[in-house]
């Protein structure tokens, strides 16, 4: 009985491994891959508003320039260097947890960042938040677009 679960278990998991790809490209409004674009089609304008952090430092309404680098982001050149790393690898950081996806239920605090603006010419409009483990590594995905909170 426990080697039937046990297959089952790694059944399931490999099946939802297989599927995790084609859920989070139809889960966002992204077609991947992203095409790596120059000049205007890649500025990146956001501003990000973090709330219910608990660290002040986090907290706040900063804005985000790339292409160049500019804006009030407290970290603004490593935050453009992981955008430009998760278009080059044709992600969609901004999609929603697609629907239906298994997360595990845990809290990782009540912070919330809400994202507007244009990424490499694509409208922007999200929030975040750190309400279970799908929520939570969306979060850490973004890092250091997203404060590092906990």
């Not at 590594?137 to 997203?146: E, F, I």
């Amino acid at each position: 009985m426990l080697r039937r679960l046990a297959l089952t278990a790694a059944a399931s998991l490999a099946a939802l491994t297989a599927a995790a790809p084609a859920a989070t490209a139809a889960g966002g409004s992204f077609p991947l891959p992203l095409p790596l674009l120059s000049g205007d089609d890649a500025r990146t304008r956001l501003t990000v508003t973090v709330s219910g952090s608990g660290d002040p430092a986090a907290e706040g309404v900063f804005e985000l320039e790339c292409g160049p680098t500019g804006g009030s982001h407290p970290a603004a050149q490593p935050a453009c260097d992981r955008l430009e790393e998760l278009a080059r690898e044709g992600a969609a950081p901004f999609a929603p947890v697609p629907r239906g996806a298994m997360c595990t239920q845990q809290f990782g605090g009540p912070a919330t960042a809400r994202v507007t603006g244009t990424w490499r010419g694509r409208s922007i409009d999200t929030v975040f938040d750190r309400s279970n483990g799908c929520e939570i590594s969306r979060w850490n995905n973004l890092r250091p677009v997203l404060p590092n909170v906990r």
